[in-house]
C-alpha cells in the first residue's frame, strides 16, 4: 500500500511563507520524478514543480519561480516545497505526486503520475 502524508498548509497574509512537506510510505521516492500541483476553487489542477530524480534538479512553473523552491530528502523519502512571497493568487489545496513512468522532468504528463497525496489547504490572505 501506497501512502503519502502531506503537512504545512494553512492560513498566510500575502508575502508570507510556508513550507510544505510529503512523506511516503510503500514507495522509494528517489527512483521517480516527484511533482507538485496545486487546484484553486474553479481552476483545473496545475503542476507547479517537479523534482527529478536523476540529480534532484526542479523544475518551476513561470507562476511561482523565484518564489517557490521544490526538494527531496531521499534519507526521510519527503519532498518539501517552500514557499515565499505568497500571493493571494497562490490559494489553492496543494498535492504531491509520484510519476514512476519517469525519472526526469519536462515532458511528464499529469495522467503519468501514479500515485498522489490528499492535498492540504493553502490560504494567502489579509
Known amino acids: 500500500q501506497v501512502q503519502f502524508v502531506e503537512s504545512g498548509g494553512g492560513l498566510v497574509q500575502p508575502g508570507g511563507s510556508l513550507t510544505l512537506s510529503c512523506t511516503a510510505s510503500?514507495?522509494?521516492?528517489?527512483?521517480?520524478?516527484i511533482g507538485w500541483f496545486r487546484q484553486a476553487p474553479g481552476q483545473e489542477r496545475e503542476k507547479v514543480s517537479c523534482i527529478a530524480a536523476t540529480d534532484g534538479s526542479a523544475y518551476h512553473s513561470d507562476s511561482v519561480k523565484g518564489r517557490f523552491t521544490a526538494s527531496r530528502d531521499n534519507a526521510k523519502n519527503t519532498v518539501y516545497l517552500q514557499m515565499n512571497s505568497l500571493k493571494p493568487g497562490d490559494t489553492a489545496v496543494y498535492y504531491c505526486?509520484?510519476?514512476?513512468?519517469?525519472?526526469?522532468?519536462?515532458?511528464?504528463?499529469?495522467?503519468?503520475?501514479?500515485?498522489w497525496g490528499q492535498g492540504t489547504q493553502v490560504t494567502v490572505s489579509s
Open positions: 505526486a509520484a510519476n514512476t513512468m519517469r525519472r526526469r522532468c519536462g515532458d511528464d504528463r499529469e495522467y503519468e503520475y501514479d500515485y
Open positions: 510503500g514507495l522509494f521516492l528517489q527512483y521517480y520524478a
